[in-house]
C-alpha cells in the first residue's frame, strides 16, 4: 500500500480527519466542502505561536492581524533575542496594551533563561502541555490550547472557552440559537477524535479568514 500523499505543510492527520468527518456529520460536510483547497497551517517555532497567540487575545481576528504585522515587522525576526531589546514604548506603538507587552516581554525572557522546557512538549499529553504553559505569565487555557492546535498539531482540541468556536457550533448546529455549554460539550463528543478540524473549519465558517497563530 503506497502512503498517502500530502501537502507538505499540513497536518498529518488532516486528510483522514476529513474523510472521517465528511462521512459521519452532515453539518460538518457542508462546511468542509465549502473550503476545499485550505487546511491549517502549522506555524513554525513555538515562541512564535505564543507571542501570536498573545496577541490575539480577545480582539478580533482582523485586528489581531494587523497588530501583528506591526509587531513582526519590529522586532524584524520574532525571536526571543529581538523582543527582549525592544522597549515598551516601542510594543505599545504596536497596539499591544500595557499588559500584553508584560506578557511578551516575560516570555521572551523565560525562553532566553531556558525557564520553557519546549522540548519535552511533544511526549507530554495534551492536558499536560496545557498545565506547564498555563504557569507562564498571560498564558491560559485558551493560549494553551491554540498552542495545540497551531503549533504542536495535536488533532483532538476543543477550545470551548473560544466565543468564536461557540458561536460557530451555535449557528451550524443550533440554527443560531443560544444553548448551554453542556449542549455544545456534547456536540463535541460527536467529533472526537478530529476536534481541532472541526474548531478550525467552524472558525472558517464565522470567517474565512484563515485563523494563525
Known amino acids: 500500500m503506497k502512503p498517502e500523499r500530502r501537502t507538505p505543510d499540513k497536518p498529518a492527520y488532516w486528510d483522514k480527519a ?8 452532515p453539518v460538518m460536510a457542508a462546511i468542509i466542502r465549502r473550503y476545499p483547497r485550505i487546511h491549517l497551517v502549522p506555524r513554525g517555532a513555538p515562541f512564535h505561536t505564543l507571542a501570536r497567540a498573545i496577541v490575539g487575545q480577545q480582539i478580533s481576528v482582523k485586528a489581531a492581524q494587523s497588530v501583528w504585522n506591526r509587531f513582526s515587522g519590529l522586532a524584524v525576526e520574532v525571536i526571543p533575542e529581538n523582543i527582549i531589546r525592544l522597549k ?46 498555563v504557569q507562564v505569565r498571560g498564558i491560559g487555557r485558551w493560549t494553551a490550547e491554540m498552542f495545540l492546535i ?48 472541526a ?14 497563530y
Open 18 to 25: 476529513k474523510r472521517s468527518l465528511l462521512r459521519r456529520d
Open 88 to 133: 515598551t514604548a516601542q510594543l505599545r506603538a504596536c497596539g499591544l496594551s500595557a499588559r500584553k507587552c508584560e506578557y511578551i516581554s516575560d516570555l521572551a525572557q523565560r525562553f532566553a533563561d531556558g525557564l520553557v522546557h519546549v522540548h519535552h512538549w511533544p511526549d507530554m499529553s495534551d492536558e499536560e502541555v496545557i498545565t506547564d504553559l
Open 150 to 197: 497551531f503549533n504542536l498539531l495535536r488533532p483532538d482540541v476543543f477550545p470551548l472557552g473560544d466565543l468564536g468556536l461557540r458561536k460557530g457550533l451555535m449557528v451550524a448546529y443550533h440554527g443560531g440559537r443560544k444553548v448551554s455549554l453542556r449542549t455544545l460539550q456534547s456536540r463535541g463528543e460527536t467529533l472526537r477524535p478530529w476536534r481541532s478540524m
Open 199 to 212: 474548531t478550525w473549519y467552524l472558525w472558517r465558517s464565522l470567517d474565512p479568514l484563515p485563523v494563525e
